[in-house]
């Protein structure tokens, strides 16, 4: 899988970032809806139809497969980012990252989840993120097929224009729970984890993609873990996560935006807990 640099090595200035008063936030907003508009209607065609799978990993130890569809929705949204906001930075999955004038940037994801999308399974969705310069401010989770938007900012969230909110739920042992397998050559601490997380939930489901995201932010699934992240799968998922109530850090704790192991709670005390059962698995 191709690896970006953090937005922050790319950024001319590290530190800065842009604040945006509510209408330019609902401006943004309006336009991130647009390019999921745009990427729907350029991956839809290709859903459940004919379709030739290529391997970005070129033989490697894990499969990474790409299709017309993920490379013509990224390719509509960033021609539609070019015309309305140039001076916007562009970092994408498909094609190489763009810097701009100003602090931000929108993170694309065309297709998060193309092995679901090429064995027709609708939980892949199409991943936008607004970056102000420091974090991500928007975020949109799209599942064109099914019809549901997820969207994220500071000011709440909401799925097809209706508000949500993540759920209580403070024990592991009453979590509803989706983990995403590691990839091959996983660490035998980071399999640890998976393992431990799923013998201790009330109940487990394997795979989601983001689309498990925006169940958590709609109060259906308590957790999700994942490892193994980039830039352009996680960006978008931070608004939804955390504009629900919700909370998205790495397994150490820490700043999520840049990718890696990721786990998000609905409930902050069972964030705190799986945070201190991650460390321990991992230190033994």
Wanted: aromatic share 6%; net charge negative.
């Amino acid at each position: 899988m191709k690896k970006n640099l953090s937005l922050h090595e790319q950024s001319n200035d590290p530190a800065a970032g842009v604040l945006l008063d509510a209408a330019q936030q609902d401006s943004l907003l309006s336009f991130a809806r647009e390019l999921a508009d745009a990427a729907g209607a350029a991956i839809l065609p290709h859903f459940r139809a004919e379709l030739i799978v290529e391997d970005k990993s070129a033989g490697g130890a894990v499969f990474d497969p790409v299709t017309v569809a993920d490379r013509a929705a990224e390719r509509a949204m960033r021609d539609l980012i070019a015309a309305r906001y140039p001076d916007h930075g562009i970092v994408g999955e498909e094609e190489s990252s763009v810097t701009g004038s100003s602090a931000l940037r929108w993170v694309l994801d065309p297709i998060d989840g193309t092995r679901a999308f090429v064995t027709g399974l609708p939980i892949w969705g199409t991943l936008i993120a607004l970056n102000d310069g420091r974090r991500p401010v928007l975020g949109v989770i799209d599942q064109p097929f099914t019809r549901e938007r997820f969207v994220g900012t500071p000011s709440g969230a909401w799925c097809n224009d209706k508000p949500i909110r993540t759920r209580a739920c403070t024990d592991l042992a009453q979590a509803r729970v989706m983990l995403t397998v590691p990839a091959a050559g996983a660490k035998v601490s980071e399999q640890m984890v998976f393992d431990a997380i799923a013998t201790g939930a009330q109940m487990v489901r394997f795979g989601g993609d983001c689309y498990a995201y925006g169940l958590l932010a709609h109060g259906l699934v308590d957790l999700v873990l994942e490892a193994h992240l980039d830039i352009h799968d996680v960006q978008a998922l931070i608004p939804v996560v955390e504009g629900a109530g919700g909370v998205i850090t790495t397994w150490e704790g820490g700043d999520p935006q840049h990718g890696g192991s990721v786990v998000a709670c609905g409930d902050p005390a069972l964030h705190r807990k799986l945070l201190t059962l991650i460390a321990g698995l991992r230190a033994a």
